[in-house]
């Protein structure tokens, strides 16, 4: 039996606990609103400027098609990084830093509270809770980051 650990970030949206590994995550960042930019789905809220470079930034809550939160003090941006893109997303709170055993976390179903099985890297469970292990890699598609990209360089609020 492996004793691997997976290190992971845990967030809450909406009633649901999500994670990822902690290698994907760049920064955590206190709320505040992203710059919009036109002609982009309504699940991206705009851009965040994040070490000299333009980042995405998702609406988790819009994406996952949940009904909007009120403000709250605890929303955070969270950066995700994979080397090369960036791309942030909105939560509604930042919960710890934890690991689990590697061969604790299950293959998703092809659905899981409608979510589509392309943004599940696995599912884990923790006492009665189960923690949605989001693939951050996958939270905005190739196609999708082309429209991003285009949306970006005819802002005329984007200064690239």
């Known amino acids: 039996m492996s004793s691997e650990r997976v290190p992971l970030v845990t967030f809450r949206v909406g009633d649901t606990t999500y994670a990822a590994d902690v290698l994907s995550v760049e920064r955590v960042i206190p709320f505040t609103p992203p710059r919009a930019i ?3 789905p309504v ?13 995405p930034v998702i609406d ?5 098609e949940l009904p909007p939160a009120a ?3 605890l929303r955070r941006i969270v950066i995700f990084s994979n080397g ?9 709170a930042v919960e710890e830093v934890s690991t689990v055993a590697a061969a604790d976390l299950t293959e998703p179903p092809a659905i899981f509270r409608g979510l589509a099985k392309q943004y599940l890297r696995a599912l884990v469970r923790r006492n009665s809770d189960v ?3 989001l693939d951050a890699a996958q939270l905005l598609s190739a196609r999708e980051r082309i429209v991003v990209d285009q949306a970006m360089a005819e802002s005329p609020t984007h200064g690239r």
Not at 44 to 51: E, N, Q, T, Y
Not at 60 to 64: E, I, K, M
Not at 84 to 92: K, L, N, Q
């Open 38 to 40: 036109p002609n982009v």
């Open 43 to 55: 699940w991206l809220d705009g851009v965040i400027d994040h070490a000299g470079r333009a980042v």
């Open 60 to 64: 988790l809550r819009a994406r996952f």
């Open 71 to 73: 403000p709250d003090v």
């Open 84 to 92: 090369t893109d960036s791309v942030a997303a909105i939560v509604d």
């Open 131 to 133: 923690i949605v292990v």
